[in-house]
């Protein structure tokens, strides 16, 4: 099925995508819309309209992928094996391997409708009673998943939970080695410091990866329910103290940060404080949370890597979208925080 729409944004051939919509949700066309949704910083999402339908579609980025990262067919596993859980997730519909199409897998997943909070401003109307409210369904949204059966729609291979932690802490150095164009100091004592304290994981379960607020999607009418947790490319089996200690990191992580890649609502009047975030969930999975200082310096080392690989691909040109200097110039302070969070570790 041809379709008629103006130029495709990067990364889109809309008379492709239209033909593969048409085998793959036959009679529902036309491809009357299709428009970026996020500006490239890690998987490219679009918003598309077929026939009556809104969708939206995620690809890898265009160049500079690493190795295990932008995992389309991983994201569609999950998404599909957590339909009908206790956690939100969109529906999917198709997922396309043959990088003929549009020169990458990519998937389709329904549209949920919802509210999406990127910074501080866009969480100042929110008051006191709303701000609790939404910090204790993300803080309850996250136990949920780390309850869920590891089983689950078939996802008992999933990953390797033994040695998850250490093969993290490599796994990152790793990857930031593959994105090295600058030397950002304390960097690499940062990992060798992550590796020589590692902590026995407590227990195992599904570990989203990226877990934080923006990353959800909160009711609009009710920000203390969420209707969709989003951006599962890094989901695995695995520590889910990784998750929660991601989350402690972007809770106020980039406070005093100009132009931050996302909020800091712990450091916002009538916001809980990181210490809410840990007490919450401690009442759904009490176990581990001593070592807790030790996954959020972790959650700074993998953030300043996964910035890192965005700085990578900046200066190539391989971003989609305006890319700021601000997340560049992030990355130490993210390295100092991560050193500051280990030495309160136990």
């Avoid at 998987?43 to 500079?64: A, D, E, K, M, Q």
């Avoid at 869920?148 to 999933?158: A, E, H, I, S, W």
């Avoid at 790793?174 to 030397?183: A, G, K, L, N, Y």
């Amino acid at each position: 099925m041809t379709t008629t729409l103006p130029e495709a944004p990067p990364g889109v051939d809309t008379d492709r995508l239209s033909d593969w919509l048409d085998r793959r949700l036959p009679g529902a066309g036309p491809l009357t819309e299709v428009r970026p949704l996020t500006g490239g910083r890690s998987n490219l999402t679009y918003r598309i309209v077929w026939g009556s339908r809104t969708l939206v579609l995620r690809r890898p980025p265009l160049g500079h992928v690493l190795a295990t990262a932008h995992d389309m067919a991983r994201e569609y596993r999950v998404l599909s094996a957590l339909a009908g859980s206790d956690v939100p997730v969109p529906p999917v519909y198709g997922l396309c391997n043959d990088p003929d199409v549009l020169g990458a897998p990519f998937y389709v997943m329904g549209f949920t409708d919802g509210t999406t909070y990127r910074s501080d401003a866009e969480l100042a109307p929110l008051g006191p009673t709303s701000a609790r409210r939404a910090t204790h369904a993300l803080v309850d949204t996250l136990a949920r998943l780390h309850a869920v059966d590891p089983t689950r729609g078939g996802l008992g291979d999933f990953g390797r939970p033994e040695g998850f932690m250490a093969r993290q802490v490599r796994r990152w150095r790793r990857q930031w080695e593959d994105s090295r164009t600058r030397d950002v100091a304390g960097a690499d004592a940062l990992n060798d410091r992550l590796a020589a304290s590692c902590p026995a994981s407590a227990r195992t379960g599904l570990v989203h990866g990226d877990y934080k607020l923006d990353n959800v999607l909160l009711d609009r009418a009710d920000p203390g329910r969420v209707t969709a947790v989003l951006d599962w490319e890094m989901a695995t089996l695995g520590d889910p103290l990784a998750d929660l200690g991601m989350l402690c990191m972007y809770w106020d992580g980039f406070a005093g940060v100009d132009r931050a890649p996302v909020a800091s609502p712990g450091v916002l009047p009538g916001w809980p404080g990181r210490e809410t975030l840990v007490e919450r969930y401690a009442a759904h999975h009490p176990d581990g949370l001593e070592h807790l200082g030790w996954y959020t310096a972790f959650g700074f080392y993998k953030l300043a890597a996964i910035l890192e690989g965005i700085h990578c691909r900046t200066v190539r040109g391989l971003t989609v979208g305006e890319e700021s200097a601000d997340l560049a110039a992030a990355v130490p302070l993210l390295v100092t925080r991560g050193h500051e969070a280990l030495d309160t570790a136990v």
